[in-house]
């Protein structure tokens, strides 16, 4: 049984950010365990869909990089560009991860999560069964979309099961939810000339002077 002090899984911004730290703190023995590959939810973005928050230098923030997930790292610097695409910013974790030679299981897929007795957790995924005295959960809400929420969603089609927005068929589109994701798809829609619906249940879009990113929408979407 391999064991370790830490295990954290997910190998997302969240993921590979906590093995930075863990690394920069002398952590040892840890390990990043991804079930398919390191940045696996930024490549199922929409084609067309980028970071809202800018890339740039900000070292007033003690960052290199408003985007950045470690320290001395930049999207910006690395990639060449200001609103990193899904696969961009894949490509950017995926070099900080071997820059700093983070230890990183790909193809690993939890499947249950047990709290040991004096402390600690074990875990059984698709490689075996693994021990820690620490856990750190780190997978992101994209690759788990809630398809039920309401009666006839089965009839829609989640955002993260769109490749491109051009393979959307029809003219007239109704999209609801409209937050950064919902608005980001009515601003596609509509550049490819269909009629579409925007509905949601605060109209975030009207929302104005609020410093708070979960109230209003970012300025890039609005």
């Not at 830490?6 to 993921?15: E, S, T, W």
């Not at 390990?31 to 230098?57: H, K, N, V, Y």
């Not at 993260?160 to 601003?187: H, L, N, P, T």
Request: charge should be negative; proline fraction near 5%.
């Amino acid at each position: 049984m391999n064991r370790y002090d830490c295990l954290i899984v997910g190998g997302g911004a969240a993921g590979v950010g906590m093995g930075c730290a863990l690394k920069d703190l002398g952590v040892g023995s840890f390990c990043i365990l991804e079930r398919e590959e390191i940045g696996a939810s930024f490549l199922m973005w929409p084609e067309e869909m980028r970071m809202i928050t800018p890339s740039f230098t900000s070292n007033a923030y003690g960052m290199l990089d408003l985007n950045a997930i470690a320290l001395k790292t930049s999207p910006a610097y690395t990639l060449g560009t200001e609103h990193p695409s899904g696969e961009d910013y894949a490509d950017y974790l995926q070099a900080v991860a071997e820059f700093k030679q983070l230890p990183v299981q790909t193809g690993v897929d939890v499947t249950e999560v047990r709290p040991l007795q004096g402390g600690g957790f074990e875990l059984e995924t698709s490689k075996g069964t693994m021990c820690a005295s620490c856990l750190i959960w780190a997978a992101g809400e994209f690759q788990y979309p809630k398809l039920d929420g309401f009666p006839g969603a089965e009839y829609g089609i989640h955002n993260s099961f769109v490749r491109e927005w051009k393979e959307i068929e029809g003219e007239e589109i109704v999209v609801i939810g409209g937050y950064e994701s919902g608005a980001d798809a009515a601003i596609h829609l509509s550049r490819l000339g269909k009629k579409v619906t925007l509905i949601d249940r605060n109209g975030r879009w009207m929302e104005k002077g609020s410093s708070d990113p979960s109230v209003e929408l970012s300025p890039f979407t609005k």
